[in-house]
């Protein structure tokens, strides 16, 4: 649907009657998914005094989204103490059933639906209400307009949310914005605490950060305008996205291509600024139907489970991803050159 108004009311009529609300981010949520989900918490509670509960799986690895956690005193609770049942809403936010990253069980479907990646998912079309917008930057400015649109007010903690949820998700518009993200900027910042966002935004840091830096300069190859590195282990899954932007801001290098293993996971993350291709397409090819992946256009990501495969094998998947990533970006036989 396009009209913006019409969308709203589709999701007041699909939570009519309810009481109570499970809302789900993808796992080990960003700061665009924890907003997305306290906003629409905030929306069931205001407009039909449904009281919901925010879960999420894995871990809120990054200092920043710790920081905003704890400083916007955001209750969430694990994945694993939440109980479903058939008289709750279900809601998933900045993902979408069969997408990958979240832990909605198979069985359970989700009424509620709301992301901004592509590709759209079949499974996400049998949701009561969906509201999937890929040429947007952050599903924060999606629940801003929302509130905007249901002539709610907002409160400091929801707006200081959903703002630095835009403002981290589109890189300080650097990345994946359109005009609506700027909008909705701007629609917030009158109602930001300006002290809480300072400190969300400059968080202390322990040294290993500082040294898994050090591995991804360490670890890089360049081939042509292409640039990839290995960060092996890591603590925080995070750490793979961060590296590969961090990256990108090499002079001439015009593809980022980053992985790391979390958790019997492998996970890459990969950035561009190429306008011929979309990061979301290779992202999704890269692995064929041995994992997930998705994103956007300048921004995209995916990972492979790998709790049974030995160290060689490992390193034989990360060889063909490498190998089909340059392919995929057209790279492929170029020679490679070490950062370092």
């Not at 905003?68 to 103490?81: A, G, H, Y």
């Not at 290993?208 to 640039?227: C, G, M, P, Q, R």
Request: proline fraction near 3%.
């Amino acid at each position: 649907m396009d009209n913006k108004t019409t969308i709203t009311d589709k999701l007041m009529e699909t939570v009519k009657g309810k009481r109570t609300a499970i809302i789900l981010t993808h796992n080990n949520p960003d700061p665009d998914s924890i907003a997305g989900a306290i906003a629409l918490k905030y929306i069931l509670y205001k407009t039909k005094r449904i009281k919901s509960i925010i879960g999420y799986s894995g871990i809120i690895g990054r200092a920043e989204n710790r920081t905003m956690v704890e400083n916007l005193k955001i209750d969430m609770i694990p994945f694993s103490e939440i109980k479903f049942s058939k008289d709750k809403l279900v809601a998933l936010i900045d993902s979408q059933p069969g997408a990958g990253n979240n832990s909605l069980p198979k069985k359970v479907k989700a009424n509620i639906v709301i992301d901004h990646h592509a590709p759209l998912r079949v499974k996400t079309k049998e949701a009561a209400f969906c509201d999937v917008r890929v040429e947007y930057g952050s599903v924060s400015t999606i629940l801003t307009e929302y509130i905007s649109n249901l002539s709610l007010s907002f409160d400091k903690r929801t707006a200081t949310s959903l703002y630095y949820g835009i403002k981290s998700d589109i890189d300080d518009l650097a990345r994946n914005s359109i005009a609506a993200d700027i909008k909705g900027l701007q629609l917030l910042f009158p109602h930001i605490s300006m002290r809480l966002l300072t400190r969300i935004e400059h968080p202390k840091v322990p040294k290993e950060y500082f040294l898994k830096f050090v591995a991804t300069i360490n670890n890089a190859l360049i081939f042509s305008d292409v640039i990839i590195s290995d960060l092996k282990d890591v603590k925080n899954p995070d750490m793979v996205a961060e590296m590969s932007d961090f990256l990108m801001r090499m002079e001439n290098i015009r593809w980022s291509l980053c992985l790391g293993s979390f958790d019997n996971q492998l996970i890459f993350s990969i950035r561009t600024t190429s306008r011929g291709k979309w990061a979301s397409n290779i992202a999704t090819r890269l692995l064929g139907n041995r994992g997930t992946g998705g994103g956007h256009h300048k921004s995209a990501a995916g990972k492979v489970d790998i709790a049974n495969l030995s160290e060689k094998s490992i390193e034989n998947l990360k060889q063909s991803i490498i190998k089909r990533f340059l392919k995929l970006t057209g790279r492929e036989g170029v020679h490679a050159i070490r950062m370092v």
